[in-house]
């Protein structure tokens, strides 16, 4: 439904399903493999077997090796399955929990966090950034662009702050920069988010903050120090003890760039048709020579409000259903803050068929929006959804195929879903940690 490409986002919102629940018997967890080979983990839900067929397909079709998907209907997990591998060279299937990179999918937390603190009047949207990060000095012999004195919370919301890192001839994103970054500042390497912030300081706005939309990951980490400053807590410590802890979602964790480094139950990560190690890169790491790219050939960390964050399907799930405007179950945000989270932002699409908020893509419609985000680096492709009548979704795997692999998956799981006419009543969201 929801791919990287807006054009088809929005074609696919319209294929929600709907139906009255009923319930029929729920089967064991089972690891069987497919006619294609693929295993698949987790509790069988009839209706889905259309689904599960197509996706062991499309997942050999794009070389990805391991996936999870679990879907949410009126609040409760109806449906959570792994397929494939979490580690292909010792055959480790992909169990419905693992915990993958969600990349960019971070953003969704960062926002609900800074919304806390607007609810409880400690930040407001239209607050100047530059108070906060006044501390960061910019690199020796650079000056300050004036204009930034103009950015707001708002603007690093909804990328509106002045960068762009796709601009002809000389766009670039920050932390693609780590070494250079440090070098600059005269600062340990890789750079940290403060790093970043600091060697940013000294470089030219690409245009007046407000003026346009130009997707940032550097305004989100300056986000994460927003929320430090107003909290008096490290960013991940607030996350988590104000929006993943609350919601029951406490195996998402900070992400590390080394593979020694990886969270228990973590799955390996892939390149498609190149596996975990090639090609080898120059190591973010000083002194460690050459690595896979997924494993220090970047710096995740430097990202952590950006897109460093690691979960599951089902606790992304778990802080979806409790920040997304609906009844049950009910949010750790009130109605307005919810509302100002996803009610406007720059259009994205012809005729303004969806726009940009806080933290989310968003398509309006008259009884009820869909909202996502999606997520994508080396080895990782991950997709959240809030749909319509009642239904959330996401999907993670380990390799960054294309989005036209999450566009057909979208259009699979929505033809399984469409040919239910009965929902399970079941909630498997207390059979997971």
Not at 49 to 75: C, H, I, N, T, W
Not at 392 to 413: H, K, R, Y
Request: charged fraction near 20%.
């Amino acid at each position: 439904m929801i791919g990287l490409s807006l054009a088809a986002a929005v074609a696919a919102c319209d294929r929600d399903p709907s139906g009255a629940p009923t319930a029929p018997p729920v089967t064991p967890p089972v690891t069987p493999p497919t006619q294609a080979g693929t295993p698949i983990t987790g509790v069988a839900v009839p209706g889905m077997a259309s689904f599960e067929q197509a996706l062991p397909e499309l997942m050999k079709k794009y070389a990805v090796p391991g996936g999870a998907v679990a879907v949410v209907r009126d609040g409760r997990l109806i449906y959570a399955r792994g397929f494939g591998y979490a580690d292909v060279e010792s055959r480790a299937p992909v169990q419905p929990d693992a915990l993958f990179r969600i990349a960019s999918v971070s953003k969704t937390l960062t926002s609900a966090a800074i919304m806390t603190l607007v609810e409880e009047g400690r930040l407001r949207l239209d607050d100047r950034v530059a108070p906060f990060i006044a501390h960061l000095a910019p690199a020796p012999g650079t000056t300050v662009d004036p204009r930034w004195e103009q950015i707001t919370v708002r603007h690093l919301l909804n990328h509106t702050g002045g960068w762009d890192r796709g601009k002809p001839n000389g766009g670039f994103d920050p932390i693609d920069r780590p070494g250079i970054a440090a070098a600059a500042v005269n600062a340990p390497a890789p750079a940290s988010s403060e790093t970043l912030i600091r060697y940013m300081k000294g470089l030219p706005l690409d245009f007046d903050p407000g003026a346009r939309f130009a997707y940032s990951n550097f305004g989100y980490i300056i986000l994460g120090r927003v929320i430090e400053r107003v909290s008096g807590m490290r960013y991940e410590e607030y996350v988590r003890a104000h929006v993943l802890q609350p919601v029951g979602a406490n195996r998402t964790r900070q992400g590390k760039s080394r593979l020694r480094d990886a969270l228990a139950d973590e799955v390996k990560y892939y390149r498609p048709n190149l596996g975990v190690d090639a090609p080898l890169v120059p190591s973010v790491f000083p002194g460690e020579g050459l690595v896979p790219l997924n494993y220090g050939g970047y710096y995740i960390e430097a990202g952590d409000a950006s897109g460093a964050w690691v979960s599951s399907t089902v606790d992304l799930l778990r802080f979806l259903t409790r920040v997304d405007g609906r009844a049950s179950p009910p949010d750790i945000l009130g109605p307005q803050v919810v509302a100002e989270m996803t009610g406007s932002g720059p259009d994205q699409c012809a005729g303004g068929a969806c726009y940009y908020a806080f933290g989310w893509w968003v398509r309006p419609a008259p009884s009820d929006a869909t909202w996502w985000h999606g997520g994508d680096m080396p080895g990782t492709k991950a997709m959240l959804v809030r749909s319509q009548n009642g239904f959330a979704w996401v999907a993670l795997f380990n390799t960054a195929a294309p989005g036209s692999f999450i566009t057909e998956l979208d259009v699979a799981l929505w033809n399984a879903l469409g040919s239910i006419t009965s929902f399970p009543t079941h909630d498997l969201f207390s059979t997971f940690r």
